[in-house]
Every structure is written in C-alpha cells, then in structure tokens.
C-alpha cells in the first residue's frame, strides 16, 4: 500500500516562474492538503482540497493555486515565483477531511 | 499570528531518561491537538493526539497532556531512546470558523544521547 507520493523531489527555478507540484494521495483517501515549511519553521497551511473543490484556504496569496482530479490526487501551482517562496512543500492526504493526515515526503522547491 | 508556539528548539536527553516537549497555543477554540515526529528528508510521522475533552492520552512511551486553562500541551517520552532524536511538531486542529485547519509550530529538535 503505497503511502503519499510527491513529483518531483527537488527542483530549481528562477524568479518570475511558474511551478507546478504534484502529489498521490495514500491509497482510500480523499482529502489532499498543501503546506508550505520554510527553513527552521512548521508547516504553513496552504489550502485543502476535497471533491475536487478547495474547502479552506491559509494565508497565501492568489497565486498559490491548486487543483484535485477525480482520482484524488492533486496539484500545487505557484505563479511569479518569488525568492521568499523557497520552501519545502509538504502534501497530506486524509479520508474525509479528518484528522489522521499522512504526509507526503514534501518538493524541495529553490528559487533562485 | 503564531497560533502555535514550540518555544524552545532544541533538546538534548540522556538515553533512558524523559523527554518533555512543551507548546502553547492561543485560540480556545481549538479542538484537537496533535504531535507529529520528522526526520531529514521524510515528511511528518503522527505520533499522538488528544482531545480538548481530555486532559491526557498515553500510548505506550508516549503520554500527551493537555492543560487548557494555561492552554499549554506537553509530550512525554519515557524511557527516551537514541531512535527518538527527531523534529517534534506540535499541531492544533479545528477551530470555530476553520474547521479543517491544522496549525504548527515551528518544532523542537530532539537529541537523545547514548
């Protein structure tokens, strides 16, 4: 049973880019929720996304975007990269939006 | 507006001996608590909850305690083993008008000497 999986691992870009991040939920879940962790801070709540619609939103600007397929899985844009966007970007995926997260092993995402 | 504070960030234990992580919270509303476990290189583990209705919740070496009227939580590890050095996240689920939300804190790292 394979866990939560996040593409890619690590990737570099410049300001002004757009990323887009990728994430499996675990196998029987529905729920996927980003988050940002910058260095020597906890998990930033991005958003969440459950029925392929975004439930709840963190303190991110608009461009933080993201989207869930019917499959469950889901994806994480960033548009206009900025420099204090470098982060690890962490995945969780839950069965109807509960508390038992699991999380993904996170992108190491480097603007440079 | 930290929700969640880890205030100390690191820690050193002798193996064998407790480990006492503290955080503190700010919003009553909050309605369940939870501690998640890093190590490099892998995303956050869940090690433990409990909730506002409890004030305690063991689980084998790992005992939670809640204390809502200084809204302070703690985690205890006993006996501490080298196996446990890892990052320690505090986590606060739920409130009036997020339900959905987790909040962390910034983490404690915790060194558990041989």
């Known amino acids: 049973d394979a866990g939560v999986t996040q593409s890619p691992t690590h990737l570099i870009k410049t300001r002004g880019q757009q990323v887009t991040l990728r994430c499996s939920p675990k196998?029987?879940?529905?729920?996927v929720s980003w988050y940002q962790q910058a260095l020597g801070q906890g998990p930033q709540f991005i958003f969440q996304?459950?029925?392929?619609?975004?439930?709840q939103r963190g303190n991110f600007p608009d461009r933080f975007s993201g989207h869930q397929f019917p499959n469950y899985s889901s994806e994480l844009n960033v548009n206009a990269l900025l420099l204090g966007d470098s982060a690890l970007y962490l995945c969780?995926?839950?069965?109807?939006?509960?508390?038992?997260?699991?999380f993904g092993p996170g992108t190491r995402l480097t603007v440079l | 507006d930290q929700q969640v504070k880890q205030n100390s960030p690191s820690l050193s234990v002798q193996e064998g001996r407790i480990s006492i992580l503290n955080c503190d919270y700010t919003?009553?509303?909050?309605?369940?608590f939870l501690w998640y476990k890093k190590y490099p290189a892998e995303g956050p583990t869940f090690l433990i909850s409990?909730?506002?209705?409890?004030d305690k919740n063991e689980d084998g070496r790992f005992t939670v305690f809640l204390n809502k009227s200084a809204k302070h939580l703690s985690l205890h590890i006993v006996p501490s083993q080298p196996g446990d050095s890892a990052v320690y996240f505090c986590?606060?689920?739920?409130?009036?008008?997020?339900?959905?939300?987790?909040?962390f804190g910034s983490g404690t790292k915790l060194n558990v000497k041989p």
């Open positions: 996304y459950y029925e392929e619609e975004e439930r």
């Open positions: 919003n009553s509303m909050f309605d369940y």
């Open positions: 986590a606060a689920y739920g409130d009036e008008y997020n339900f959905n939300k987790f909040y």
């Open positions: 409990i909730s506002s209705i409890k």
């Open positions: 969780a995926s839950s069965f109807l939006a509960g508390q038992e997260q699991f």
């Open positions: 196998s029987g879940h529905d729920t």
